[in-house]
């Protein structure tokens, strides 16, 4: 089980990253305030925690990218599609709720980015709760 320090550290790393692109999108003069489609990447050790992370995040009213994890090496992926505005998704609020939900079945919150609006419509089309196998 995480720990309340890894827990930190992720926060750490992703206040710093998140600060660092905020800083360019301001340079790029990119509108903070536009809600736009994005998406989250999360990874987890094994397919059961990613199945698990799947279902709590679709809870959450969150779209699965693909309707199961993606295995990607030694660790399974989720991504998900969400609509956020740039001040809402790097606020350090949402940043440790993603980063807590993630411990909590042993996986991993790893970023974020912008999402087109083919992929977000596709993700409509996967409107089912995902199921453990």
């Known amino acids: 089980m995480p720990t ?6 992720e926060i750490i790393r992703h206040r710093e990253s998140n600060n660092e692109r905020l800083k360019q999108m301001v340079d790029d003069q990119v509108n903070m305030e536009t809600t736009r489609p994005v998406f989250l990447r999360f990874s987890a050790h094994n397919y059961d925690d990613a199945v698990g992370l799947s ?12 309707p199961e994890p993606q295995q990607d090496g030694h660790h399974w992926t ?18 440790c ?7 909590g ?6 970023c ?7 992929v977000a419509e596709e993700t409509q089309e996967h409107n089912k709760v995902p199921e453990a196998q």
């Open 78 to 95: 989720v991504e998900v599609a969400t609509k956020h505005n740039l001040r809402e998704l790097t606020q350090e609020d949402f940043t």
């Open 112 to 118: 974020w980015d912008f999402l087109s609006n083919d």
């Open 4 to 9: 309340p320090t890894n827990i930190q550290s």
């Open 55 to 66: 279902r709590m995040l679709f809870a959450k009213g969150m779209r699965l990218i693909q």
């Open 97 to 103: 709720d993603l980063v807590t939900l993630a411990s």
């Open 105 to 110: 079945v042993h996986a991993t919150y790893d």
